[in-house]
Nanobody
């Protein structure tokens, strides 16, 4: 069945960087648009970034624009989220999402000194 497995989260100081990865299996990844969402404690889940099937179109939320970049490698069935200049308000559980309603289990990102 379809599966999404995120990795790359952790504890980082403000101003630091992390790269999240999401490996997909069980469906045709190269034909599926992908997104990253995040959810902080007590807050609603919010869309962080999205990318089309070929990667020719991508977008990020205003709150992370200029700091986060989404990319994908269809040969590896993997989507990435490069996060630079991290801020404490970026602390959240980050989820990978594949169009069609498939979610990963999430990876925790904590930004703290």
């Amino acid at each position: 069945q379809a599966q999404l497995v995120e990795s790359g989260g952790g504890l980082v100081q403000p101003g630091g960087s992390l790269r999240l990865s999401c490996v997909a299996s069980g469906f045709t990844f190269r034909l599926t648009a992908m997104r990253w969402y995040r959810q902080a404690p007590g807050k609603e889940r919010e869309l962080v970034a999205g990318i089309t099937t070929t990667g020719d179109s991508r977008d990020v939320a205003d709150s992370v624009k200029g700091r986060f970049t989404i990319s994908r490698d269809n040969a590896k069935s993997t989507v990435y989220l490069q996060m630079n200049n991290l801020k404490p308000e970026d602390t959240a559980m980050y989820y990978c999402y594949a169009y069609g309603g498939r979610w990963g289990q999430g990876t925790q990102v904590t930004v703290s000194s």
